[in-house]
T-cell receptor
Framework: DSGVTQTPKHLITATGQRVTLRCSPR?????VYWYQQSLDQGLQFLIQ???????AKGNILERFSAQQFPDLHSELNLSSLELGDSALYFC????????????FGPGTRLTVT | ELKVEQNPLFLSMQEGKNYTIYCNYS?????LYWYRQDPGKSLESLFV?????AVKQEGRLMASLDTKARLSTLHITAAVHDLSATYFC??????????????FGQGTTLQVKP
């Protein structure tokens, strides 16, 4: 158990819908990362937040957005969902924004039907 | 663009045998991470390699880093079934500046047969 929690574990929704994935980092970690894992794209970095501010952006679609709240938990919002958005979404955290290993949560499996 | 490539992508081996997984990356980096993922599970940190020539060992796994060759290896000694998993290497995206953006390899799925 890494100490990173994610909810929900599974999510099944229809195309066109909007969902919110939630992540709580390890106690004391200020930086949160979101990754998407799919069979065709592999593990892809989406976005990083550090102490409430966006720190880095990766291959995140415009339909996706994220934020980190004052209590340091983070939410990833996915809208206008498409079949291709079906994937495992991981949140990770680290104490500082760079040079530390990242600890991954259990993931949220999103299925878009 | 930073690319991280692993080979092989799939490895089937007998228990008791030795093998090496290779991770090549396309730009300079002084650190590299190895993770393990069991099917349907999260990523577990295995090794953090922080400098050229770094070598770390844990049980039957040993990882090394050659920053000049832009190469890391994960060596498996006397494989056992419990090592069956997918192994990822990851490199910090240095062009991002002061961020923790990681670029992952494709993963190597290891299957150890009894």
């Amino acid at each position: 158990d890494s100490g990173v929690t994610q909810t929900p574990k599974h999510l099944i929704t229809a195309t066109g819908q909007r969902v919110t994935l939630r992540c709580s980092p390890r106690s004391g970690d200020l930086s949160v990362y979101w990754y998407q894992q799919s069979l065709d794209q592999g593990l892809q970095f989406l976005i990083q937040y550090y102490n409430g501010e966006e720190r880095a952006k990766g291959n995140i679609l415009e339909r996706f957005s994220a934020q980190q709240f004052p209590d340091l938990h983070s939410e990833l919002n996915l809208s206008s969902l498409e079949l291709g958005d079906s994937a495992l979404y991981f949140c990770a955290s680290s104490p500082l924004p760079t040079f530390y290993e990242q600890y991954f949560g259990p993931g949220t499996r999103l299925t878009v039907t | 663009e930073l690319k991280v490539e692993q080979n092989p992508l799939f490895l089937s081996m007998q228990e008791g045998k030795n093998y090496t997984i290779y991770c090549n990356y396309s730009t300079t980096s002084d650190r590299l991470y190895w993770y393990r993922q069991d099917p349907g599970k999260s990523l577990e940190s295995l090794f953090v390699l922080l400098s050229n020539g770094a070598v770390k060992q844990e049980g039957r796994l040993m990882a090394s880093l050659d920053t000049k060759a832009r190469l890391s290896t994960l060596h498996i000694t006397a494989a056992v079934h419990d090592l069956s998993a997918t192994y990822f290497c990851a490199v910090p995206h240095s062009f991002s500046g002061n961020t923790g953006k990681l670029i992952f390899g494709q993963g190597t799925t290891l299957q150890v047969k009894p």
